[in-house]
Structures are given as structure tokens and as C-alpha cells.
T-cell receptor, first 113, second 111 residues
Framework: AQSVSQHNHHVILSEAASLELGCNYS??????LFWYVQYPGQHLQLLLK??????LVKGIKGFEAEFIKSKFSFNLRKPSVQWSDTAEYFC???????????FGTGTRLKVLA | NAGVTQTPKFQVLKTGQSMTLQCAQD?????MYWYRQDPGMGLRLIYY???????DKGEVPNGYNVSRLNKREFSLRLESAAPSQTSVYFC??????????FGPGTRLTVL
């Protein structure tokens, strides 16, 4: 069965530290890839997405992600986190030609001021 | 342009009571989804509707029913609520290609 794995469930960083959150998926076909963010008490919002082309995609608020097809990975990065980045981050995959849209279990990020 | 709306925002039920969560969208998307979110478990798909007139079970459908009333509306019904259904419920829509768009959520507590 298709799945999305996020290996880090909780991450705690100090402000200005660099961030990398892992995401791996299991599906051999064509996929579109997404990262969402959920701030406390709010619903999910899109951070960035990859459909095709340059495997390094840039999103809002200084986030970027790199698609590595050979590793089935789509890791999220930010060079310098801020306290306001404290949130839960979800990786998601849509499977081309289907209505399947699969979320990972999320990573809770806490940034210490 | 409201996007995706959900009612109610909060609800407290007693075990065995029934209720319907409402979701409406004005994005003209064909697909609509119901998820529940629980701490440490991410988003779990309850039911989805690929298009008007069709519904399919997701990962955790037991204890729930859905109705795709028309293209705009997709409701989730709990016939006999149980404490295990205490959760935050999100409705989402999808155009089949881009990102999903989420409603604000319904926080349900079952005592």
C-alpha cells in the first residue's frame, strides 16, 4: 500500500538554527509532492509543492524542498528558523491518475526564542 | 469567496448521541474529503467523494456515514457517537491536481 513517512515526530530547535525535515513515500508511479504547515489552532496551509521540473522548489516564508526521485524523498529545509515557525508540518503525496492524496503523520516543530 | 466552510466549529456530545458535520465549498472542485486529526497520528482519511454522486471509504470509516448532497456540500454523520470519536474533523476539497484546501475544522468532544 502507498504510504508517506515522516521520520521526525518532534523537533526542537533554537532560533537561527537550520531545519531539515524528512519525508519519504512509497509509490512507483508519478506523484505530486506537497508540504503543508499547521499553526496552533489553525487548519493546514500549503507551504510548497512539486509537480515537475527543477527538483529544488521554493515556498513561502523561506522554506524550500528537494525532490530526490531515486530516494523517493522530498525533504523540507529552512536555513534559519524563527520562533514563528513553531507549528506542525505535514508532507503529502498525490498519485497521478487517482483520487488518492496521502498525508504523513506530521512533525511537530518547536522553535525556542 | 469563502473557500471551504464547516459547521459547527465546536460540539460536545454524550455517548450514543448523533450529529452531522456540514461542509460546503465554493471552489467548484469535484473531490471532497473528510479527515480526522488526532495527536501523533496526523490526518486520517475517513471518507472521500471523488465527484458528485460517489463516495468511498478511507482509512478509518467505521462509525461514520457521509452524504455528497451536491457538488458543493459533503456531510459527515455520526450515528451513535463514542468517546473514541473525540477528535478534530477537517473537510477538504481538491481539483485533482493541485493542493487540497481545508476548512477551519470542527472540534468534537464525546463524553
Amino acid at each position: 500500500a502507498q504510504s508517506v513517512s515522516q521520520h521526525n515526530h518532534h523537533v526542537i530547535l533554537s532560533e537561527a538554527a537550520s531545519l531539515e525535515l524528512g519525508c519519504n513515500y512509497s509509490y512507483g508511479g508519478t506523484v505530486n509532492l506537497f508540504w503543508y504547515v499547521q499553526y496552533p489552532g489553525q487548519h493546514l496551509q500549503l507551504l510548497l509543492k512539486y509537480f515537475s521540473g527543477d527538483p529544488l522548489v521554493k515556498g513561502i516564508k523561506g522554506f524550500e524542498a528537494e525532490f530526490i526521485k531515486s530516494k523517493f524523498s522530498f525533504n523540507l529545509r529552512k536555513p534559519s528558523v524563527q520562533w514563528s515557525d513553531t507549528a506542525e508540518y505535514f508532507c503529502a503525496v498525490s498519485l497521478s491518475g487517482t483520487y488518492k492524496y496521502i498525508f504523513g503523520t506530521g512533525t511537530r516543530l518547536k522553535v525556542l526564542a | 469567496n469563502a473557500g471551504v466552510t464547516q459547521t459547527p466549529k465546536f460540539q460536545v456530545l454524550k455517548t450514543g448521541q448523533s450529529m452531522t458535520l456540514q461542509c460546503a465549498q465554493d471552489m467548484n472542485h469535484n473531490s471532497m474529503y473528510w479527515y480526522r486529526q488526532d495527536p501523533g497520528m496526523g490526518l486520517r482519511l475517513i471518507y472521500y467523494s471523488a465527484s458528485e454522486g460517489t463516495t468511498d471509504k478511507g482509512e478509518v470509516p467505521n462509525g461514520y456515514n457521509v452524504s455528497r448532497l451536491n457538488k458543493r456540500e459533503f456531510s459527515l454523520r455520526l450515528e451513535s457517537a463514542a468517546p473514541s470519536q473525540t477528535s478534530v474533523y477537517f473537510c477538504a476539497t481538491w481539483d485533482g491536481y493541485n493542493e487540497q484546501f481545508f476548512g477551519p475544522g470542527t472540534r468534537l468532544t464525546v463524553l
